[in-house]
């Protein structure tokens, strides 16, 4: 079974720590991209990735970070993490330039900053 | 106003009857239209895509495109309990989507 895999389920940082978000993709995947979710909000974008050593900033990229070295492992940094960024972050990956095959998401991870 | 508009719920329905969800959008380059299953704690789930108008069915689940109209649908007929989700609608020009804000439906037994 194809897999995204979000190295935390539950984190709880304090004010000003520096966050990595790891999520690793067994399915080869060129794309991978990290959403945030909020009620009310929605899923916002906050970077993607096409390929490894590119990045390209989403809607909500301030505060955020990102990098990705292997094709198959894309990290998102909080550099300096804020109340602000409380809140529910989900990777997904996906191949090829059509979006008709959409996205495989990870299970998420819940971020409370304190 | 955003790109894609989609009524938060939530919508309870008796086990038994058709669930009825449709996201609007304003972006006419949209080509692709896809529906995620969301279930509380995890990651949403591709349920369904189409790429032109018209309906397509998989299942219990018919998905409707109207580019005319701007309209996107998902039915579920014969709804179990199970079926208690949030949905997102998403739709995309190419590989970036833009999501829907969800639909909360519960299906009580």
């Known amino acids: 079974d194809v897999k995204v895999t979000q190295s935390s389920r539950y984190l709880v940082k304090r004010t000003g720590e520096k966050v990595f978000l790891e999520c690793v993709q067994d399915m080869d995947h060129e794309n991978m991209f990290w959403y945030r979710q909020d009620p009310g909000l929605g899923l916002r974008l906050i970077y993607f990735s096409y390929d490894v050593k590119m990045k390209e900033k989403g809607d909500i990229p301030e505060g955020y970070s990102v990098s990705r070295e292997k094709k198959e492992r894309f990290s998102l940094i909080l550099e300096s993490a804020s109340t602000n960024q409380t809140s529910m972050y989900l990777c997904?990956?996906?191949?090829?330039?059509?979006?008709?095959?959409?996205?495989?998401f990870g299970s998420g991870t819940r971020l409370t900053v304190v | 106003q955003k790109e894609v508009e989609q009524d938060p719920g939530p919508l309870s329905v008796p086990e038994g009857a058709i669930v009825s969800l449709n996201c609007t959008y304003s972006?006419?380059?949209?080509?692709?239209f896809m529906w995620y299953r969301q279930y509380s704690r995890k990651g949403p789930e591709l349920l369904m895509y189409?790429?032109?108008?018209g309906n397509k069915e998989d299942g219990r689940f018919t998905a409707q495109v109207d580019k005319s109209s701007k309209y996107i649908s998902l039915f579920i007929r014969d709804s179990q309990p199970s079926d208690s989700a949030t949905y997102l609608c998403?739709?995309?020009?190419?590989?970036?989507?833009?999501f829907g804000g969800g639909t909360r439906v519960l299906v009580k037994p």
């Open positions: 998403a739709m995309s020009t190419g590989n970036k989507l833009t």
């Open positions: 972006n006419s380059a949209f080509q692709y």
């Open positions: 997904a990956s996906s191949w090829g330039d059509r979006g008709d095959y959409g996205y495989t």
């Open positions: 189409t790429y032109s108008s």
